[in-house]
């Protein structure tokens, strides 16, 4: 039986890199494995679907699925905690959890394979990692294989023609809000790392490391670039504010980010469960539509878990008022 924990996982995995930094965080021991073709048959042996991170316990178990993962350890070693102690604080970062898993994937994914230089700089470096042993000659079929596979199935995170421009412009606004709440911060909730911070991180930071999206974070996120850098290896470095000097710079993302993904699931979830094959929803005056398929319905059962989070802690009125005027309330109700 091994003594830490093994958590297999590929750099260019959002949810990879948020599990390692969560665990880096929490001070629970680990190895960090790549997958790859030395290590694919051990890592088999945990992973139930074919997808990263999978994390082997000391006991011999495996973990999958990043924000039950993270749940489960925190579980088991508390503290340091990464949720905030009032219930509204915890409940909007565990919002917050969810919008970097469902909506940041969106903006992460769609710059990784929307261009063509992006395309070659993701699947050279997703091969490089998968056959470290080999040459570059050797490599070079599966990295345009990964290419043209990837850039055709930029669609799953409902990326297309119609809606792209929303995708770049919440992206961009999305960061220009983060960096001013980051300026003179640690973290999203103050001087530690929330569970806010993990799922936003893990799309963000690997954004940042894209050609298209990593000029643009530069650019845009001066303090946003510091954050990415302080969550490789996060620690404490205060305590967890207040509403009070957080809703500022906070409500202003939970208004203008956080809203819209909420629209988006409320309407992806009426579409699965009517049976609809097409998704079409307004988004402040501008038309997303999209086919519906495999991953739509995880996003489905993922709003269905954030609101039985919320029916738990409804009658908190201080997050009731702050859900209410980001204009979040109704899709969580």
Not at 86 to 105: H, I, Y
Not at 190 to 215: E, K, S, V
Request: glycine share 8%; with cysteine; proline share 6%.
């Amino acid at each position: 039986m091994s003594e830490s924990y093994r958590i297999f996982g590929a750099e260019l995995s959002p949810y990879s890199v948020k599990t390692r930094s969560y665990f880096r965080y929490k001070g629970v021991a680990h190895q960090w494995v790549e997958r790859n073709a030395n290590t694919m048959a051990e890592y088999q042996k945990y992973a139930r679907l074919p997808i990263v991170p999978a994390v082997a316990t000391p006991e011999g178990d495996g973990l999958q699925d990043s924000t039950p993962i993270l749940e489960t350890i925190e579980a088991k070693f508390p503290e340091p905690s990464v949720h905030p102690s009032p219930v509204a604080l915890r409940f909007l970062s565990e919002l917050l959890e969810e919008f970097g898993d469902e909506w940041g994937n969106k903006w992460m994914f769609h710059y990784r394979w929307a261009r063509d230089v992006d395309q070659r700089s993701a699947a050279q470096r997703l091969v490089a990692a998968m056959l470290p042993d080999a040459s570059e000659e050797e490599r070079a079929p599966m990295t345009e294989q990964i290419r043209t596979r990837m850039a055709g199935r930029i669609g799953v995170v409902g990326s297309n023609e119609q809606t792209a421009p929303i995708i770049e412009s919440s992206f961009a606004h999305g960061l220009d809000l983060l960096d001013k709440h980051l300026g003179g911060r640690a973290y999203l909730f103050g001087g530690r790392p929330a569970f806010a911070d993990f799922g936003l991180w893990g799309q963000i930071y690997n954004a940042w490391t894209d050609p298209t999206a990593g000029a643009l974070v530069r650019e845009r996120g001066p303090a946003v670039c510091a954050w990415i850098e302080r969550m490789l290896d996060p620690s404490a470095e205060g305590d967890f504010e207040s509403w009070e000097t957080l809703a500022p710079t906070l409500e202003p993302f939970l208004r203008d980010e956080v809203r819209l993904f909420l629209a988006w699931s409320a309407a992806n979830a009426e579409a699965i469960e009517n049976g609809a094959d097409q998704l079409t929803v307004d988004l402040d005056g501008r038309t997303w539509s999209q086919t519906v398929g495999g991953p739509q319905k995880y996003h489905a059962k993922s709003l269905k878990e954030i609101r039985r989070k919320y029916a738990a802690v409804h009658g908190d009125p201080e997050l009731r008022t702050i859900l209410e005027k980001a204009g979040c309330l109704p899709y969580l109700t």
